[in-house]
């Protein structure tokens, strides 16, 4: 009876542990994937972003957006100003919410 007991514990003990080591191996997998060198295909896609990021930086916009683009965005920004009234609709609006005022009303 207790080395039954035993056995099912250590199965019990064995699967939790097994668990543990397979998550942690698969968290390590990530971490020892940043630090070695990468895919070549993962590596272009990364500098392919980063260059871009630079590019808009310097930009202050779009990168290689051309006058119809502009055009374009001054069309919908103007549709859009029409369909919804004013406001810029370039920026997230702001939200302002108030705390209700709850009166007691008399019994």
Same mark, same amino acid.
């Given at each position: !009876?207790?080395?039954?007991?035993? %056995? $099912?514990?250590?199965?019990?003990?064995?699967?939790?542990?097994?668990?543990?080591? $397979?998550?942690?191996?698969? %968290?390590?997998?990530?971490? &020892?994937?940043?630090? *070695? =060198?990468?895919? #070549?295909?993962? *590596?272009? @896609?990364?500098? +392919?972003? $980063? =260059?871009?990021?630079? /590019?808009?930086?310097?930009?202050?916009?779009?990168?290689?957006?051309?006058?119809? @683009?502009?055009?374009? !965005?001054?069309?919908?920004?103007? $549709?859009?100003?029409?369909?919804?009234? =004013?406001?810029?609709?370039? *920026? &997230?609006?702001?939200? *302002? &919410?108030?705390? #209700? /005022? &709850? =009166?007691?009303?008399? +019994?």
């Amino acid at each position: !009876m207790i080395l039954q007991q035993i %056995l $099912r514990l250590s199965s019990l003990f064995h699967s939790a542990v097994s668990i543990h080591v $397979r998550r942690n191996i698969g %968290l390590s997998a990530v971490v &020892f994937n940043k630090t *070695k =060198e990468l895919d #070549p295909v993962q *590596k272009l @896609f990364l500098d +392919k972003i $980063r =260059e871009y990021n630079t /590019k808009s930086k310097q930009a202050g916009g779009p990168v290689d957006a051309g006058p119809d @683009f502009q055009k374009d !965005m001054n069309e919908s920004l103007a $549709r859009l100003q029409r369909a919804y009234g =004013e406001g810029d609709l370039t *920026k &997230f609006p702001e939200f *302002k &919410f108030e705390e #209700p /005022k &709850f =009166e007691e009303t008399p +019994k």
